[in-house]
């Protein structure tokens, strides 16, 4: 695990993860992974969980796979250079 973890650490030190192309690829990796084996979801959360298949899909396949596609749809727009200005942002000290 900790050999993982360091290939990890230097993935991100080499700074290729601030690329877009490299972010689109996980994203349709993850996006394929998940469909390719939505059975096996479906069958792990009915197994763990007791969930149809019918209450997966809308609770997390679908959920997960929307949000990717927005990801994607929306990912030069988020990495793009332009500031933003930050309403109503109220920061609790002291705790």
């Known amino acids: 695990m900790e050999r993982e973890i360091?290939?990890?650490?230097?993935?991100?030190?080499?700074?290729?993860?601030?690329?877009?192309?490299?972010?689109?690829?996980?994203?349709?990796?993850?996006?394929?992974?998940?469909?390719?084996?939505?059975?096996?979801?479906?069958?792990?959360?009915?197994?763990?969980?007791g969930k149809h298949p019918v209450e997966s899909y809308r609770d997390e396949v679908g959920t997960v796979t929307k949000d990717i596609n927005a990801a994607l749809d929306n990912l030069a727009n988020w990495m793009s250079g332009k500031k933003v200005k930050i309403i109503g942002v109220n920061i609790i000290k002291n705790l």
């Open 6 to 49: 360091e290939e990890v650490r230097e993935c991100f030190k080499s700074g290729k993860t601030r690329e877009a192309s490299w972010r689109k690829e996980q994203l349709k990796g993850l996006y394929k992974f998940i469909t390719e084996r939505e059975d096996d979801i479906y069958r792990a959360l009915k197994h763990d969980l």
